[in-house]
């Protein structure tokens, strides 16, 4: 029988005035970006969540502290691959990665696919392995009013 585990990411970080905004590896021009410890990319932190739950690692609060200093300013996608490798060490591989990006702006659409490939290349899945989708709020909330974003990821992995 086939060893299945699933596994749920949720993240949210709020917006602010002179940071870089960068979504699942990709810095997409726009005025404002994500703040946090690493460069805040919440697409990528809920993949790494969704990874750290099916594979009971907890989550990457407890994988990657942020309480270290050498994870400030750090890439997400080098904590994805951190997080890849400690998967493949206890024989996990990935079957599929699903995501939802909730953020009222700016549009996502055009880069959906670069942010893709750059979570499939981290963790040396093909690409047709890993979806991006995006949906607004509909201008309800804390994504609709322009205060922060969020991101669910879905994981499931299978025993090698
Ligand atoms: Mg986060």
């Known amino acids: 029988m086939t060893d299945l585990r699933i596994g749920h990411g949720y993240d949210v970080h709020r917006l602010a005035e ?14 404002r970006g ?8 919440v697409l990528v932190h809920a ?6 739950g ?22 997400s996608l080098k ?12 024989g996990y591989g990935v079957v599929n990665i699903d995501t939802t990006l909730l953020a009222q702006a700016p549009k996502v ?10 979570i499939a290349e981290a963790l040396g899945l093909q ?7 995006a949906t ?3 201008g309800l909330g804390f994504t609709g009013d322009g205060s922060g974003m969020a991101a669910h990821a879905v994981a499931l992995l299978e025993k090698l």
């Open 34 to 41: 994500l703040l946090g410890h690493s460069d805040a990319d």
């Open 79 to 90: 904590l994805l691959r951190e997080t890849g490798r400690l998967l493949a060490e206890r």
């Open 18 to 31: 002179g940071r870089r905004l960068v979504l699942g590896g990709v810095e997409i021009p726009w005025e």
């Open 47 to 52: 993949v790494m969540d969704a990874l750290a």
């Open 109 to 118: 659409g055009p880069y959906r696919q670069e942010m893709a490939e750059n």
């Open 54 to 75: 099916a594979a009971c690692l907890g989550d990457i609060g407890r994988l990657f502290p942020d309480t270290d200093p050498s994870y400030a300013g750090i890439s």
């Open 136 to 138: 607004t709020e509909e």
């Open 127 to 133: 690409p047709e392995q890993v979806n991006v989708k």
